[in-house]
Every structure is written in C-alpha cells, then in structure tokens.
C-alpha cells in the first residue's frame, strides 16, 4: 500500500467513525508525551520507534485502570457468579490495536499520532505477538476472553506467563530452524505484577496417613507470582482479567554455595524452579509425556485453585463456622471450564484441598467437584490424548494419584451398577490404563468429573459419543453438548480489515459488529454490481497488502490479479497440506508439458509452524520450500503459478493473510478436525472455502448454502468404509498418472537434486501407509479445484459468492458460542459495571 493509499485509508476510517472529539486528541497527546517524558528524559530526538510505542500503550492503559478497577468492584459489590476459562495456552497476538478498537480510542490516537508526526503502523509493528500458545485452542481462548467482556460476563482468564513462547520459525537452506520466542525481551506494557498474591505450590514428596487424616510432606516449593493484563469490551465498561502465573524460586540464593565459592551452583538451583514457566511446549496435537510439561499443568491449577477459593471467600458476607456449610454454595458462585485436559488436575487438586485443607468430607467435595468443572474437547486423534505414566504422577503429585484411584474406583462401582457383568466395559471405562506400562487417561477423568462435556462442532461433538466416549455417553448421556467455535469480529474483521469493515457499515450500519448475524442484511446487496465491484476493489487492495509484504520480506513480486489461494495453520499429516502440496506439483507439470495452455493464474501460499520433533510435518514444510524455488524460478512457468512458504505465521501475520484470502485451504480428512477457527476467519473476510466435509466445514455449508462452498472427498462414514474394505493406495495409482508422475518427482529429488534422496522416505511412506486418505481424496481434489478455477475467471460470480460468504458468517461469532457457554453450561449472567465514582 502506498503511502497516498494509506492516508487516505485512514482520514477515511476517520469520517466513518467520525471525527475524535478536540479534547480527546489533546488528552492523547499529553499523556503521550508525559509518558514519552519518562522514557527518554526530555529528549524526543533519541527516542525510537519502540519508546513511541510503549508511551502509545502506556498512554492507553491510563484509559483502560479506571473500568478494569470498577469493573472488579462490581463484581464483588454485587456478588456474583463467576466463571474462570482454564486454558494452558493463551494466544493473545499483539494488543495495541485490539485495545484501541475495543475502547474507541483509535480514532485519537490515530489523529494525536499524525499531528505529531508518526504513523501509528509503525508503531503497531513494534509490539511483538503474545504468542502463548500452539494454534487454534489458544487463539479460541483469546476469542472467548474478547467475547466474555464485550457480553459483560463475570470471567477471569488462567494460565502460564511463558517467559518464551512459541518458537519462531525460519527457513534456511529449505529446512525448518526454531528460534526462542524471548517476547518479554524488553518488558509488557499491558500486564500488572501481582506479588501480593504469591502463591506456594507443592512438588515430590510422599503421603503420610493418621488414622484418616492425610498429610503430603517432604514436598519441595515454587511460587506462583501472577500477572494481570486487562481484557477490555467492544463498547463496554466491561475490564476482566487475565492472570498468567510465573513460576518463582521460593528462596534467595543459598549462601552456602557462595561459601564455596560454587557461584553458578547457586544461579542454577533457582533456575530449577523457574523453568516451569520458562517455555511453552511446542507440540500440537501430540501429547508428550514430560516431566516438566506434567508440572507445568499442576503449577498452574493448583495457584489457580488457591486464588479462586481465596476470592470466593472473600465475596462471602460472613463465614460460617462449618467448612461443609461454607462450601454448600461453591458451585453457585464458581464455574470453571477446562480447555481440553491440560488443565484437569485441578479435579483432584480441588478434591485435595476441600478434603486434607478444608476437611470435607469425600461426598461434599466430589459434590462440589461436579458442579463446578465442565470440560471441552478438543481432539479424538489418539496421539493428542494425555495419559500420564503412574510411576510420573506417584513421584511428582503423590497425593493426587491417590485421590484419582478412588475416583475411578467409585467411577467403576457406578459403571457396574448400571452394567453389571459387564467386564469388557468396566476395563474400557477404567480411568487408569492397564493395558502395557500403567497410564492415567486424563480425558476419562475430565468426563467422570465434569458435569458438562462439549465438542466444538456439530460433527465433532456426535464424534465424541459414538466413538471416543461412547461408553460414557450411555453411562450419563445427558452431559454431553455441543459447542460451535467461534472467532471475534473485532480482531478478524473490524480489526484486520478495516477497508471491508467500513464498507459494510456504509451498507447496514454499524451495530454488527456485536452482533454479527446482522451481516445476513448483506445478501440483499449481492445482485448490486456496484457494491460487488467495491467488494472486490477491497480485496484487491488487502492482496496488495500481502504482495507487498512477500516482496519486503522475499524479493518475489506476486501478480495480484492471480488467485490467492491460501493454507495456512499448524503442518500436520491430518491437515492434510501434502494434498495442496501435490496439487501444485501437478499444475507444475501441466504447465511445463503445454506451456500454451490457458490457465488461471494462481498464487498459492502455505504457512505454519511444524513441531520440533514432528520430523514428517517438517519434511513438509521442506519440501514445499524446495517446491517454491524451483517454481519460482522457472521462466516458462512465469506469473502463472507462484508457491510462497510466509515462515513464522503468527496472530498478527493472519491479520494481513486473512483479508487477502481469494481461497481458503481447508483439506484435513473427514472426521480428523475438531473444529477449526481459521475457516471462519477466511469466510469472514470474503474468502471461498475449498474443504472436506470435517469440522466446522459442515455448518459453514449449511449457513450459506453448498453453491457457496467447494466440497471435495469422502464423508466421515466413507472414510470408515474405506478401511473396513481394505484401503489400497495402489489401486488409486494406477487410474491417477498425473499423482504417480507427482509422487516419483517428490522420490527421486526433481525438485531437490542436491540431495536427491531426503524425500524418498516420505513419498513411500505416503504409498504404504497413507493413513490420512491424501491419495484416495486426490481425485476429488482435483476436480473440485478446476472447478474453483472456472469460476475464478467470471469475477461477478466469484464475487457474488464471496459476499453470500461474508453474509453467512454470523453464527461463527464466539459471540454466540459465549453466550451458549452462559446459558447452557456455566449459568452466569451479565453484569453491569457502574463507572460513577463510589459513594464510601
């Protein structure tokens, strides 16, 4: 975007918003230059971008104390219920924006900034990504903590303050290379340390029983220090709080180390307790049995525990002198949720402390346990599903061991009762795992303890109870529910794609944003050639946008009157990016072998991180590099075809991916995807979905109709029949020459001849043990693909799709899937917070 394009985009902004009052502007700029005063003592002339951006975001959390304080004090002042969203990831991306959006500030800031001279871009660009999580389940927090205070419901988000987040991705020589993620680097404006809220957390140790007391002793500590950062409402006085913990050593160096001169002995014993929260784990989708990640989930639960039962106390008028009598109502004031199991042992840490802490009797405290945890899943991929070795848990959580061994004895008591003689069901109903080296299925435990379990699509959910929990849906089958996913329009619309955003508010105002079904007014526009062609005006300027991104950061020109066609999120086989993969190969071939051949120009970007010791999804990412070189570089092949890898995808890279999606990639096998987010966010912003029938896929094709989506490959139940007959990828081969062409080019190193070798494992594998169906879906993926390309060519009737697209997403809102949370699981209610200064 040039600069003349992008000042006018923004006094455009302006005069939609419309124009910030005088006073506000010259608030801004005082308080900016008082906070720009104590950076860089008086002298402007030597500050940097970074020092204009942290008097930016100090200047905005000026605005956001006064209602995060009242905000709180409504909560207590009228003593409500409250919910607390558990999650060990927490995606939060960058800030800034968000919160200028959310309190109606940017239009101020926006103006202060150009009267003193500076673009507020760059001073965006200078705020790192929060990346706090893997994918898709930390960035659903980070909606649903977005979604909870724009509705003003009483929540408070927990997690892990990683002093590293996820790694950042780069690619040398074709290969994949993690870099530390250091974003605290050089400090948080948005977050608020807690010290007073300190909290002991124990480790190790051994059990110690008198009569029926029981007593965890010669435990080792950490502290858990919290630190809070606001989470503002669209348009709301509405603050809540996220509380991240740091892990802390409980002592100061030991002097006896400096006694003997062993210096780094003592830096060392600190360092021990500290890396609890030190790095996040990078593995998707994948569970690794870790000692350290197994502490990291109790670290978090059990200061968690602590701070949310010191709360509730504190809210109470009086306390009575019954511990029984003070729990009664625990479950009327508390509900909270666990983000998939990483959070579960806070089921028998709860029943620790009411029981060996609080002195509750075992029926109290599971009565308490069960009306206060739900559990949401998030996967039935086996490999994804903890289950903790017994002889970890014994030497990390001792007490906890013991207390998941009597629920699942009165677990199993409740299945015989209802099954008896049923042998085969109890063992599979078992929460411990008997079967090969003892284990603890964390997922069992969650829905033994919940009263409410959800998937997070309609596919997924009825998944769940004919597959992965059938036992237990007979058992109790009215706890098992549906939640649909949902994305927040602030971020992933009126955030990312302001040109879009404004067009729509010219057409139906501007109340759609916290209510996004208001977008269906939309469909009466998509016969109106004028709107069409400012639909498609708008997205061609977002390409632009990502054009020239790639070319700053590449050196490749893209032709933005190419297809963009898109696929980015974490590299998995389930994801199936090896089906895009060998679609591009086969283009290539076409190309080289009819260079005359009339084709549709397509641009075709892959984006995402791999797992360290994924070693397949990192041959993947490889390979498509390799792919993007020789493709790139092929003169007969020129602007029809280009392959882009963006290294490093990221929240705030999305934001500009997003709006400039022509097609979305959504290609993992039926049945594999719980859900996904990132559809949602193409299909908000006026992309077409070519997608399996998985996940969240089929209600986007309900919503706006199958002439609106391109759908390709088996159903879920073709996918199972499939397998009972007997799944040969040969007899696929033999009818698909052009996928056999694509397969012996990837094994023998066409598109690698220095190392002629590195993919031949790969494509066997793919031949021998295809267990994600990419060969048996290839044809239908072809097919659908011309056809995406047929009609890519009429831009009126690609457009028309794109708007029906955009008009069709407001189900999608985590709007919707918060209040659903509210009404149905939770049973909270919104609060209204009073901003009139306090009578007292």
């Not at 950042?168 to 530390?180: L, M, R, S, T």
């Not at 200061?303 to 029984?324: C, G, W, Y």
């Not at 209802?418 to 109903?429: Q, Y």
Request: with cysteine; aromatic share 10%.
């Amino acid at each position: 975007m040039t600069s003349e394009e992008s000042d006018f985009l923004r006094r455009k902004q302006i005069s939609l918003r419309g124009l910030p009052e005088i006073d506000s502007v010259k608030e801004v700029i005082n308080n900016f230059n008082r906070h720009l005063h104590y950076t860089c003592a008086k002298d402007r002339n030597v500050a940097t971008n970074k020092d204009f951006y942290f008097a930016l975001a100090n200047t905005i959390m000026d605005k956001l104390i006064g209602k995060w304080i009242r905000t709180q004090q409504s909560y207590h002042k009228q003593s409500v219920k409250r919910v607390y969203y558990l999650s060990l990831e927490f995606m939060m991306g960058r800030t800034l924006s968000n919160t200028m959006i959310n309190l109606m500030l940017e239009g101020a800031c926006d103006e202060a900034l150009y009267q003193l001279g500076l673009d507020i871009e760059e001073l965006e660009s200078e705020e790192p990504d929060a990346g706090l999580g893997n994918g898709g389940l930390g960035r659903l927090a980070a909606c649903f903590l977005d979604s909870l205070a724009t509705l003003g419901y009483p929540a408070y988000g927990y997690g892990i303050r990683y002093e590293h987040g996820l790694f950042n991705q780069a690619i040398v020589n074709c290969n994949q290379i993690e870099k530390p993620d250091s974003w605290l680097t050089y400090g948080n404006p948005w977050e608020k340390a807690r010290p007073e809220y300190t909290i002991p957390v124990k480790f190790y140790g051994h059990t110690q029983r008198t009569g029926d007391q029981v007593e965890w002793v010669d435990y080792t500590t950490v502290i858990a220090m919290p630190y809070d950062t606001p989470i503002p409402g669209y348009k709301t006085n509405t603050v809540n709080t996220l509380r991240l913990w740091s892990a802390k050593s409980p002592k100061d160096f030991d002097l006896s180390y400096f006694n003997h001169g062993n210096y780094i002995d003592a830096v060392l014993d600190r360092n021990i307790a500290e890396n609890i929260s030190r790095v996040l784990y990078p593995n998707d989708n994948f569970f690794e049995g870790k000692e350290l990640r197994l502490k990291q989930e109790y670290f978090m639960v059990a200061a968690t525990l602590v701070d949310i039962i010191r709360r509730f106390k504190v809210n109470k008028a009086s306390i009575p002198e019954s511990k029984e009598e003070l729990y009664l109502d625990f479950s009327e004031k508390v509900a909270i949720q666990l983000n998939d199991t990483h959070p579960s042992l806070a089921v028998p840490e709860l029943m620790r402390i009411l029981i060996d802490e609080e002195g509750l009797s075992w029926d109290s405290a599971w009565k308490v346990c069960k009306g206060t945890f739900a559990y949401t899943n998030h996967t039935i991929l086996p490999e994804a599903l903890e289950r903790w070795p017994v002889t970890m848990l014994d030497h990390v959580l001792p007490r906890h061991l013991e207390i998941i061994y009597l629920i699942n004895h009165y677990h199993l008591e409740e299945v015989r009762a209802k099954f008896p003689g049923d042998n085969e069901r109890i063992s599979r109903m078992s929460i411990v795992e008997e079967n090969g080296e003892k284990r603890i299925n964390m997922a069992y435990l969650s829905v033994v303890s919940c009263h409410t379990v959800n998937g997070v699509a309609a596919i997924h959910s009825g998944l769940l109870v004919t597959s992965l929990f059938k036992d237990f849906y007979e058992l109790t089958p009215g706890k098992f529910q549906n939640k649909t996913n949902g994305i927040t329009p602030r971020r992933w619309l009126v955030q990312c794609n302001p040109s879009l955003s404004h067009l729509i508010t010219e057409k139906i105002g501007d109340a759609w944003p916290t209510n996004l079904y208001q977008l269906e007014k939309l469909k009466e526009f998509v016969t109106d050639k004028t709107f069409l062609q400012e639909v498609f005006k708008t997205k061609q300027g977002n390409k632009r946008r990502l054009a020239q991104y790639v070319a700053d950061n590449y050196g490749i020109t893209l032709n933005t009157g190419s297809m963009f066609d898109i696929q980015v999120k974490r590299i998995h086989e389930y994801k199936r990016q090896t089906l895009n993969l060998l679609h591009v190969i086969t283009l290539y071939n076409r190309i080289k072998s009819n260079p005359n051949l009339e084709f549709v120009p397509r641009t075709i970007f892959f984006g995402g991180k791999a797992a360290p010791g994924y070693q397949t999804a990192k041959q993947i990412v490889s390979l498509i590099c390799h792919l993007a070189n020789v493709v790139n570089n092929d003169p007969i092949i020129g602007d029809k075809l280009k392959v882009v890898f963006l290294a490093n995808y990221r929240c705030s890279l999305a934001e500009i991916i997003m709006p400039a999606a022509d097609l979305s990639e959504q290609t993992s096998l039926a049945g594999t995807e719980a859900s996904g987010t990132g559809n949602m966010k193409f299909m908000l912003n006026g992309a077409l979905t070519i997608g399996t029938l998985d996940g969240a896929n089929v209600e986007m094709a309900e919503e706006m109709g199958e002439d609106n989506i391109f759908i390709f490959g088996m159903k879920v139940d073709e996918v199972q029949q499939l397998w009972d007959q007997g799944y040969e990828t040969r007899r696929y081969l033999a009818r698909l020459p052009e996928l056999q062409l694509a397969l012996s080019q990837i094994s023998t190193g066409y598109f690698n001849p220095a190392e002629p070798h590195k993919f031949r494992d790969f494509a066997e594998q793919l031949i021998s043990n295809d267990r994600f169906c990419v060969i048996a879906d290839y044809e239908s993926y072809l097919k659908v693909q011309e056809e995406v390309s047929e009609l890519y060519m009429d831009w009126i009737k690609w457009t028309e799709k794109c708007l029906y697209n955009i008009a069709s997403a407001g189900k999608f809102s985590s709007d919707r899937t918060i209040k659903q949370y509210a009404d149905e699981i939770w049973d909270i209610k919104p609060v209204e917070v009073d901003l009139n200064p306090p009578k007292e």
